[in-house]
């Protein structure tokens, strides 16, 4: 008896790059601002960020990277474009 076993699609690589630049740019922009918000680093033009602050927004990002990946099955863009 023959059981009939699919391999996963290979995802392409570009793909997987382009869901990457994607998740960087969300969650830096969005993080970044609400860091500012709550630091009082708001700008006309945006936000800017200096020390205790930037240095927690670098956190953010490398920890949603981390969370998303390992405990939910991929960040969001992953999901999304269908990256994982």
Same mark, same amino acid.
């Given at each position: 008896m023959s059981q009939d076993i699919t391999q996963p699609k290979q995802v392409s690589t570009a793909r997987k790059v382009f869901?990457?630049?994607?998740?960087? &740019? &969300?969650?830096?922009?969005?993080?970044?601002?609400v860091v500012a918000q709550f630091a009082g680093g708001t700008t006309e033009e945006g936000f800017e960020?200096?020390?205790?602050?930037? &240095?927690?927004?670098?956190?953010?990002?490398?920890?949603?990277f981390i969370i998303f990946r390992r405990y939910l099955g991929g960040t969001l863009f992953q999901r999304l474009l269908g990256a994982r």
């Amino acid at each position: 008896m023959s059981q009939d076993i699919t391999q996963p699609k290979q995802v392409s690589t570009a793909r997987k790059v382009f869901a990457a630049i994607l998740d960087f &740019f &969300f969650i830096f922009i969005v993080g970044g601002y609400v860091v500012a918000q709550f630091a009082g680093g708001t700008t006309e033009e945006g936000f800017e960020l200096k020390g205790g602050p930037a &240095f927690i927004l670098f956190a953010i990002v490398i920890l949603y990277f981390i969370i998303f990946r390992r405990y939910l099955g991929g960040t969001l863009f992953q999901r999304l474009l269908g990256a994982r």
